[in-house]
């Protein structure tokens, strides 16, 4: 069994930072590719950044220059570094990621989510 578990959201100012972590445990091979979704109150779900097993990466437009997705394949983590923050970057972040168990088999997974607030 796999599980993703976010962590890191919280209360933070306008131009403050926070990172967000995303763990991956259980019969784990490796993360293939890992993303980080938002999404706010009456909203529909929005990608934010993506990372490929060897580090390529992409990001939305609201993302671009500010956040910086990364990730440690020995840890079987992907982490969100969000700087500059934005009221508008107010969410619930999720951890969504392509998983190689043991089994041999890909599957995608959801972490629970991790709610960000940017407010002063």
């Known amino acids: 069994q796999v599980q993703l578990v976010e962590s890191g959201g919280g209360l933070v100012q306008p131009g403050g930072s926070l990172t967000l972590s995303c763990a991956a445990s259980g019969s784990i091979s490796s993360i293939a590719i890992a993303d980080w979704y938002r999404q706010a109150p009456g909203k529909q779900r929005e990608l934010v950044a993506r990372i490929t097993y060897g580090g390529s990466t992409n990001y939305a437009d609201s993302a671009k220059g500010r956040f910086t997705i990364s990730r440690d394949n020995a840890k079987n983590t992907v982490y969100l570094q969000m700087n500059s923050l934005k009221p508008e970057d107010t969410a619930v972040y999720y951890c969504?990621?392509?998983?190689?168990?043991?089994?041999?088999?890909?599957?995608?997974?959801w972490g629970q989510g991790t709610q960000v607030t940017v407010s002063s």
């Open positions: 969504n990621a392509d998983i190689w168990s043991t089994d041999s088999r890909l599957r995608a997974y």
